[in-house]
Structure formats: C-alpha cells, structure tokens
C-alpha cells in the first residue's frame, strides 16, 4: 500500500509560480515513479507531469511547454512539480499518482492516488 499527500496548492496571480509538493509513503515508494494530473471542474483529468524512481525519464504533456518542472527528492520521499507563468487556465485539482515501477502518461495505469491540491490562479 502506499500513500500520497499533495500540498503547496493556493490562490497566485496570472503569471505568478507556485512548487507543489508530493509525500509518498508506503512499501517501495522511492522506487516508484510518480507522475501529476490535474482536474478543471467539469472537466476530465489531464495528465501533467511524470519522473522515474531515478529521475532518469521525465514525461510532460504536450500543453506544458516548459512551464513546469517535476523533481523528486528520495530521501525525502517526496516529489515536485514547479509551475512558473502560470494563467487562469491552469486552475484545477492537482493530484499526484503512482503507477508502480513504470514511468508512463497513461492514466489508467495509476493505482494509487492523493486527495488533491488546489491551484487557483486569477487574472
């Protein structure tokens, strides 16, 4: 079993950064990869982000053009996404997943998820 918290979420003005934080718990979770996703309302959720277990292979949709940078730190069992010039568009549910040892975009190989952060960012 493993556990994932996401914090860091908040309220920032259009063109304003913010870092998000992802804290894994559980068997193996430093040897998982861990990717982020985000929910609009009404909307499905989007793939954001992904990072390997040794950070060799990161995964970005297409939309973040450089914008965004996911890290993770294992001897703090956390990963993180840094989100710069951010715009009202980018307002959603941020959520951290893992999909085990794969490090993929595809959300439905997720098994394990947070509870969400929310960014809020206005114009």
């Known amino acids: 079993q493993v556990q994932l918290v996401e914090s860091g979420g908040g309220l920032v003005q259009a063109g304003g950064s913010l870092k998000l934080s992802c804290a894994g718990s559980?068997?193996?979770?430093?040897?998982?990869?861990v990717g982020w996703f985000r929910q609009a309302p009404g909307k499905e959720r989007d793939f954001v982000a992904a990072?390997?277990?040794?950070?060799?292979?990161?995964y970005y949709a297409d939309w973040v053009k450089g914008r965004f940078t996911i890290s993770r730190d294992n001897a703090k069992s956390t990963v993180y996404l840094r989100m710069n010039r951010l715009n009202p568009e980018d307002t959603a549910l941020y959520y951290c997943?893992?999909?085990?040892?794969?490090?993929?975009?595809?959300?439905?190989?997720?098994?394990?998820w947070g509870q969400g952060t929310q960014v809020t960012v206005f114009s």
């Open positions: 559980g068997r193996s979770f430093d040897s998982y990869a």
């Open positions: 997943a893992t999909p085990g040892t794969r490090c993929t975009e595809y959300i439905d190989l997720y098994d394990y």
């Open positions: 990072i390997s277990w040794s950070r060799s292979n990161t």
